[in-house]
């Protein structure tokens, strides 16, 4: 795996989290939204 493809593969998990919280936002579930937004910050 070369370090590009690492980075990359980061780079979807965090846009994942991010899509994540956006969507838990849209409930009460706000602290949640919160933890994966913090997450989703560093992969980016």
């Known amino acids: 795996m070369t370090e590009v493809h690492k980075y ?5 998990y965090a846009n994942d989290d991010l899509k994540a919280a956006k969507e838990l936002l ?5 602290n949640i ?5 913090f997450k989703s910050l560093f992969g980016f």
């Open 8 to 12: 990359s593969q980061w780079l979807d």
């Open 26 to 30: 849209k409930t009460d579930l706000h």
């Open 33 to 37: 939204s919160c933890r994966k937004s």
